[in-house]
C-alpha cells in the first residue's frame, strides 16, 4: 500500500480535529463528511484525510442488492446506510483531489482504483434508493476519477476493461448533450474515453455505450449533436481530439448506426466533422488519419441501400465542394500519408455516375455546383491528383443536366407506338392509353393491351413496379438521357461508326447496342477519359444475352430483326465494373440499322479497319444528319 494511505499520516491533523477523525477512522460518514468540509481540496492538511477516504472506500462494505432493500426498511441498520454515504463522500473528495489538477501521488492510484471502481458500479447501479444522493454531482465525479485514473499509463488498461464503466460516461455524457445535467466536466476526455481508446475497438464495451445512451438510435442523434457542436466552435486541441474521436467510432462501430445518423442529418455532420480534421491536420497527425477513415466511412455511407438519400442530403450539404477542397489539397499520391485521394476518386468514377441517372438528385446539382466549381478553376486544383476524374465527372453532369432541361421541355410529350408486338400502330399525341400499373406501356386500344398482357406484359409490369425505376417520371428521364444524347451528331456518328464495324466485322449477325449511363456520353473518344474507363456505348451479338433473365428483354430479343434494342445499364457493380447491376432494355424501329446495313454491305469484303474507317466518313455524316429524329424514338 502506498504511504500516502498510511493511517500514521492523521495523528498529524491538528488536535482539535482528531476527534472527528478517530470517529471517522471508525466509520462516522458525517464526521468524514464535516473534516472534508473542514479542510477543502485547497488545502494542503487535506492529504491526511487521504487515508481515512481510503477506509471509507473499503469494499467489503458495499451491500448486496438483498441487504440493500433491508437496510432501506430497517431503521435499526442505519449504520450500514452511513456506510453507503460515507463512501459516496469519499467519491467526491478523491474527485475533488484530482481536479483541476492532482494533488495525489499517481503511485497511490493503484492501491485507490479498486476500490473507487466498485464503488462506483455500487452507486450507480442503485443511485435511486440512495437518500439523498445528488446525481449531477455524482455523475461529475465519477467521471473525474474514471477519466483521470484512464489517463494514467499504469493503469490505462485496467480502467479500459472494468466492465460497467462505458455506460455510466455514456450516460452522463447523454444526459450533459440533452440537456439534463450542467457540468464543468470537458467534452473531449469524456469523448475520448468512449469513443478513441484501446478499449473502444471492443464489441462488448461498445454495446456498453448504445445502452447508456439509450439505444443506437439515441446514440446516433448524440453523434450528429456532438459533432454539431465541435464543429461550430474553433479548432482548438481539444475540440479537435474531441472530432477526432467520434470520427473514430464512426469508423469502428457506425454501420449499426446509419440509419439513425441519416435521419438526423448526418450526411452535412460528416461532411462537417471530415472538414473540420481536414483543417486541423496540418497541426495534428491523428486528425490526418481521422480524416481518412471518416471518408471511407463517408464512402460506405454513400455506398448503402440508403445511398441515394445519403447523397441526396450530401448535395445540399456540400459535398462537391467538399471533395473539391480535399482534393486540392492533395496534389501527389506520395504528399499525403493516408491515401484519401482514391476514395475521392471512387465517389466521383463510381458512386456519384451511378446515382446520376435519379433526376431528383440530378435536380439538385444546379444549387451545390456552384462552389464547387469557384475551387476547381483554380491553377492549385488543375494539379492536383483527382483533377482527371473530377474533368468526367463535370462531363457526366454537364450532359445528365442537358438531359434534364430537355426532358422538362418535352415532359408531355408520349410515345407514339402501340407496345404490342403484333400491332405497333402509330398514333398521335393523346390517341394511346398507358398502363395504369407501370405508366409506362402505351397500347392504341384495349384489345392490344390484354393480348400485350397476357404475352409478356403482365411479367415485366410487376418487375418494373418492383424496381427503382417504378415511377413514370424516372424512367421518362432514363429515355430523355438517351433522345438528349442521340441531339449530338459527334454521338449518333460514334454509335453508328461501332454499329457499322460490327456489321462488317460480322455479316448477318444481329446485334443491340449497350450504353452505360454511368459515363458521359462524349467521352467515348476523348483522350482526356483514362483507359480503364469502359466506352459509353458497345455494340454485342444478341446471342450473348440469350439467357439473360427478365421477361422483358426475353421478349425483345425474340423480335429478332424486327426492332433494334438498346440496353441502357444504369450502375455497375462497383467490385467488378464489367458486370451490369441494373440494366433497362428499351427497343426503337430498324429504320437506321437497316439503312446503315445497306452503306456497309456496298464495300467490298476484307478491308483493314483504317481503310473501313476512311470509307465510312462521308456515308455516315450524311445518315447521322438524318438519323437524329428516328434514333430518338425509343421505347419501353
Not at 481518412?292 to 448535395?315: D, F, K, M, N, P
Request: hydrophobic share 40%; net charge positive.
Amino acid at each position: 500500500m502506498h504511504e500516502s494511505l498510511s493511517l500514521a499520516h492523521v495523528s498529524k491533523l491538528p488536535s482539535y480535529l482528531r476527534a472527528r477523525a478517530k470517529a471517522a477512522k471508525n466509520g462516522s460518514s458525517s464526521d468524514l463528511t464535516f473534516l472534508l468540509r473542514f479542510v477543502p481540496a485547497t488545502d494542503t492538511k487535506r492529504m491526511l484525510l487521504l487515508p481515512l477516504i481510503f477506509v471509507h472506500l473499503d469494499p467489503s462494505g458495499i451491500p448486496t442488492s438483498h441487504d440493500l432493500d433491508s437496510i432501506l426498511s430497517d431503521t435499526s441498520r442505519h449504520q450500514e446506510l452511513d456506510r453507503i454515504t460515507g463512501a459516496l463522500a469519499a467519491l467526491h473528495a478523491i474527485s475533488e483531489m484530482l481536479d483541476p489538477q492532482s494533488v495525489i501521488s499517481p503511485d497511490a492510484y493503484t492501491d485507490l482504483w479498486p476500490r473507487v471502481y466498485q464503488w462506483t458500479i455500487f452507486v450507480h447501479g442503485h443511485w435511486e434508493v440512495i437518500p439523498g444522493m445528488d446525481l449531477g454531482a455524482a455523475y461529475r465525479a465519477t467521471a473525474i476519477n474514471i477519466l483521470t485514473f484512464h489517463r494514467e499509463a499504469s493503469l490505462e488498461a485496467a480502467v479500459d476493461k472494468a466492465p460497467g464503466l462505458r455506460y455510466i460516461i455514456a450516460e452522463y455524457w447523454s444526459k450533459i448533450m440533452r440537456g439534463d445535467i450542467s457540468t464543468d466536466v470537458q467534452f473531449p476526455p469524456i469523448l475520448t474515453f468512449l469513443f478513441n481508446s484501446t478499449g473502444s475497438k471492443d464489441k462488448t464495451k461498445f454495446m456498453e455505450i448504445v445502452e447508456g445512451c439509450g439505444g443506437s438510435g439515441s446514440l446516433a442523434y448524440l453523434l450528429v449533436q456532438q459533432i454539431n457542436h465541435i464543429a461550430a466552435g474553433q479548432v482548438t486541441e481539444p475540440a479537435i481530439e474531441g472530432m477526432n474521436a467520434v470520427i473514430q467510432v464512426l469508423w469502428q462501430h457506425g454501420k449499426p448506426l446509419l440509419t439513425g445518423i441519416l435521419d438526423h442529418g448526418g450526411a452535412k455532420a460528416l461532411i462537417d466533422a471530415i472538414s473540420f480534421c481536414e483543417e486541423a491536420r496540418y497541426s495534428d497527425l491523428e486528425a490526418g488519419e481521422k480524416v481518412h477513415v471518416g471518408v471511407i466511412y463517408l464512402l460506405g455511407c454513400l455506398e448503402s441501400r440508403a445511398g441515394a438519400t445519403w447523397v441526396s442530403q450530401a448535395l445540399s450539404a456540400g459535398l462537391l465542394r467538399f471533395i473539391a477542397v480535399l482534393g486540392r489539397a492533395r496534389q501527389t499520391e506520395t504528399d499525403v500519408m493516408f491515401n484519401t485521394y482514391s476514395m475521392l476518386q471512387r465517389i466521383l468514377r463510381y458512386i456519384l455516375p451511378n446515382l446520376l441517372t435519379d433526376y431528383k438528385l440530378v435536380r439538385q446539382i444546379p444549387d451545390a455546383l456552384p462552389e464547387a466549381l469557384s475551387i476547381t478553376s483554380t491553377q492549385s486544383f488543375s494539379t492536383c491528383i483527382i483533377y482527371p476524374f473530377w474533368t468526367e465527372f463535370i462531363e457526366l453532369v454537364r450532359e445528365r443536366l442537358g438531359a434534364l432541361d430537355f426532358w422538362l421541355e418535352r415532359r408531355s410529350m408520349s410515345p407514339n407506338s402501340c407496345e404490342n408486338s403484333q400491332c405497333r400502330k402509330a398514333g398521335p399525341k393523346g390517341a394511346l392509353k398507358k398502363c395504369a400499373g407501370c405508366g409506362l406501356a402505351w397500347y392504341c386500344s384495349r384489345e392490344c393491351q390484354t393480348a400485350d398482357w397476357a404475352a409478356v406484359h403482365r411479367a415485366s409490369c410487376r418487375a418494373l413496379k418492383m424496381t427503382d425505376l417504378s415511377g413514370a417520371r424516372q424512367r421518362d428521364y432514363i429515355r430523355a438521357i438517351l433522345q438528349h444524347n442521340f441531339k449530338s451528331p459527334e454521338i449518333i456518328t460514334t454509335v453508328l461508326l461501332q454499329q457499322a464495324r460490327f456489321m462488317y466485322a460480322n455479316p448477318g449477325v444481329d446485334f443491340l447496342t449497350v450504353y452505360d449511363f454511368t459515363r458521359n456520353g462524349r467521352g467515348i473518344d476523348s483522350t482526356k477519359v483514362r483507359k480503364s474507363t469502359p466506352a459509353w456505348s458497345q455494340v454485342k451479338p444478341r446471342s450473348d444475352y440469350a439467357g439473360a433473365p427478365g421477361a422483358r428483354l426475353a421478349h425483345l430479343l425474340q423480335s429478332a430483326g424486327n426492332i433494334h434494342i438498346h440496353l441502357i445499364v444504369l450502375s455497375f457493380e462497383l467490385v467488378n465494373p464489367h458486370e451490369p447491376k441494373r440494366v433497362v432494355p428499351m427497343w426503337s424501329t430498324p429504320q437506321v440499322r437497316d439503312e446503315l446495313s445497306r452503306v456497309v454491305q456496298a464495300f467490298p469484303r476484307g478491308l483493314q479497319s483504317s481503310a473501313l474507317d476512311a470509307a465510312l466518313v462521308k456515308p455516315l455524316r450524311a445518315l447521322a444528319t438524318r438519323a437524329a429524329k428516328p434514333m430518338q424514338d425509343v421505347y419501353y
